[in-house]
């Protein structure tokens, strides 16, 4: 992929997520139901959302790196050992800032 293309997969990741994002917010904004076993469950769905959202917003700050290796010529470049990511890896998540190697050694 060249940088432009790279680009273009990045920024329509990132407003989507913002989209979505933006949808859990207006989920959480509803007031709590009055009854008590809705409201428990609307509590219960409201931690969901608020796990969504914390993970929406790591992966807007993955793309955001992403898209500043991209700019300063690192993107494709493990930010831990410096050797090339793999483009299949690349391919399935494009703004990852790890080789399969180093990714394997976060588990």
């Known amino acids: 992929m060249n940088k432009s293309s790279v680009q273009t997969v990045l920024q329509t990741m ?7 994002l933006g949808a859990i917010d207006a989920d959480l904004c509803v007031a709590l139901e009055k009854d008590s ?5 609307q509590v219960e769905n409201d931690e ?3 796990e969504m959202q914390a993970e929406g ?20 470049k493990c930010v831990k050992c410096h ?8 391919t399935a998540v494009p703004y ?9 050694s976060f588990r």
């Open 57 to 76: 917003r790591d992966q807007i700050a993955a793309i955001d790196a992403a898209i500043e290796r991209l700019n300063d010529g690192t993107y494709g």
């Open 37 to 41: 076993e809705e409201r428990a469950t």
């Open 96 to 104: 990852t800032p790890f080789c399969i190697d180093c990714a394997k």
């Open 14 to 20: 990132k407003e989507d997520l913002v989209r979505r």
């Open 83 to 90: 050797h090339p990511i793999g483009k299949e890896r690349l």
């Open 48 to 50: 969901v959302l608020r």
